[in-house]
């Protein structure tokens, strides 16, 4: 019987900082997935917003989902890092934040439509309950931490009831509110960490971000194929549809080529560093889903189906690709580059803004926005190769 329960109950130890080959889990693999649902869910709903020309009304409730499904992910990554034991227990705790990321992707389509976030508030609940219970299983496991864990399990659960009070009572759930919350949010990992660092290991957390802007980028992809694969299948093939295509994909290679061209695992040294980084892929992770959406309202507007213009189009995917460089830029690049090359991207960024000032058709433009994001990978490459290489070794 108590090899029975030692099977469930493992001691929750901290991992160790430095422990060599460290690597995602396949349950952090499916975890992944099942976010990706719900990302999917979003993309979809600003898409039809895309193409009904209801991008103004809709764009605040875009934020408002992709940061829950984002600061959910972001929970469960961080404390896996440094707590996860994976025994039964844990997979099983695990397995119940799925099915609350599930629930949060099965109120999406409510939330846009009838700005009803019922469903999703449920989601984020479970997600949060089960979250609370893991940081006070790991304080049993980690005394010298107890109190860095259990600023985690009240402030989670402090938050928690705000978003209950507020959303379920009287009083107006406006904007403000949420952003009040939003801030709470953010502070909680801040304030805990400062009293002591948890465990969480540099190399598995940049793995951990790597893989989900891989998997984002996959879903944004098949979002535009799929849209693409209909247009051809209802339309004749049309000239402008096949650039379009090939402008995305040359886009999205350009996009993961430029990410995964640093090594940002051994800047993960400093607890503000650290922080500016985590927080900042929020824009990492939203621009790459919003040019999904982004190509695959492209694709309606060519095969007259939406009721924006071509021009409006280009801007909006012009806007994402920004986004995405300015963020990499920030919380990547800047650090690696010496001289030129540290402005070199703001300048190309600026090109493909006023790209949509001079080509009238969307399919062309972003034919034409990829060209100059893939060259301005190339070129930059060329030209600060020295630079860059020094100071990543």
């Known amino acids: 019987m108590a090899s029975f329960f030692l099977r469930w109950l493992q001691p929750m130890h901290p991992r160790d900082v430095h422990e060599p080959h460290r690597v995602a889990t396949s349950l952090e693999l499916l975890f992944d997935l099942i976010f990706v649902v719900a990302i999917a869910s979003a993309g979809q709903q600003l898409h039809h917003a895309i193409v009904e020309n209801h991008l103004f009304d809709s764009l605040a409730l875009y934020f408002m989902v992709f940061f829950a499904l984002w600061w959910a992910w972001m929970n469960f990554t961080w404390f896996a890092s440094a707590y996860d034991n994976d025994d039964t227990l844990y997979r099983v705790m695990t397995m119940f934040q799925m099915i609350g990321a599930l629930i949060i992707a099965a109120g999406i389509p409510d939330a846009f439509q009838h700005r009803d976030f019922d469903v999703i508030i449920i989601g984020y609940v479970v997600m949060r309950t089960i979250l609370i219970l893991q940081w006070l299983r790991a304080a049993q496991s980690d005394p010298s931490r107890q109190g860095t864990i259990y600023r985690y399990a009240i402030g989670v659960g402090f938050i928690q009831v705000g978003w209950i009070f507020f959303h379920f009572s009287p009083i107006d759930f406006s904007t403000y509110i949420f952003v009040l919350l939003v801030l709470a949010e953010l502070a909680v990992p801040f304030f805990a960490e400062k009293y002591g660092r948890t465990p969480w290991h540099p190399h598995h957390i940049a793995e951990r971000y790597s893989l989900l802007t891989i998997i984002v980028l996959g879903e944004s992809i098949v979002a535009s194929f799929n849209a693409i694969s209909d247009a051809f299948k209802h339309h004749a093939i049309q000239t402008e549809l096949i650039f379009l295509t090939i402008g995305g994909v040359v886009s999205m290679f350009t ?66 690709l920004v986004m995405y460089s300015v963020s990499l830029w920030l919380l990547h690049d800047l650090h690696f580059l010496t001289g030129l090359g540290k402005w070199f991207y703001p300048f190309t960024a600026m090109i493909i803004l006023a790209i949509p000032l001079f080509i009238a058709h969307v399919g062309y433009c972003v034919f034409v926005m990829s060209l100059v994001y893939g060259l301005r990978l190339v070129v930059s490459k060329w030209l600060f190769k020295s630079d860059s290489v020094e100071l990543a070794h």
Do not use: C, K, P
């Open 255 to 320: 996009m993961w080529w430029m990410y995964f061209d640093r090594q940002i695992a051994g800047r993960l040294n400093s607890h503000q560093r650290t922080f500016i980084w985590g927080y900042g892929h929020f824009f990492i992770f939203i621009s790459i889903a919003s040019f999904g959406a982004a190509l695959a309202a492209a694709v309606n507007v060519i095969t007259v189906h939406a009721e924006i213009s071509h021009y409006d189009a280009s801007m909006i995917i012009a806007v994402t």
